[in-house]
Nanobody
Framework: QVQLVESGGGLVQPGGSLRLSCASS????????MGWYRRAPGKQRELVAT???????NYADSAKGRFTISRDNAKNTVYLQMNTLKPEDTALYYC??????????WGQGTQVTVSS
């Protein structure tokens, strides 16, 4: 069983930056893939970025070039560095993990609001 706790959300001006953190209760070595998803108002949850245990990353087109996903295995934490934020990035951001035994886990979400 894995618990995921997100943090780092908040209110930021357009063009600003935030770094989201997702702390896992389980060793990163047992998590095959971790990622960030988001749900904007009136929209369905969508993928933002993923990273595998070997460091392979994948980004949504809307995130590529602005967002960076990374892992710190020593801290059992995955990060999402978000730069050049836009109002369209406003959403509840969820951490996701897939364990090496192929179970899926979700965090409770952290709110990101981009507004002037």
């Amino acid at each position: 069983q894995v618990q995921l706790v997100e943090s780092g959300g908040g209110l930021v001006q357009p063009g600003g930056s935030l770094r989201l953190s997702c702390a896992s209760s389980r060793s990163m070595s047992s998590l095959y893939t971790m990622g960030w998803y988001r749900r904007a108002p009136g929209k369905q949850r969508e993928l933002v970025a993923t990273i595998t245990s070997r460091g392979t990353t994948n980004y949504a087109d809307s995130a590529k070039g602005r967002f960076t996903i990374s892992r710190d295995n020593a801290k059992n934490t995955v990060y999402l560095q978000m730069n050049t934020l836009k109002p369209e990035d406003t959403a509840l951001y969820y951490c996701n993990a897939i364990s090496t035994d192929w179970l899926t886990y979700w965090g409770q979400g952290t709110q990101v609001t981009v507004s002037s």
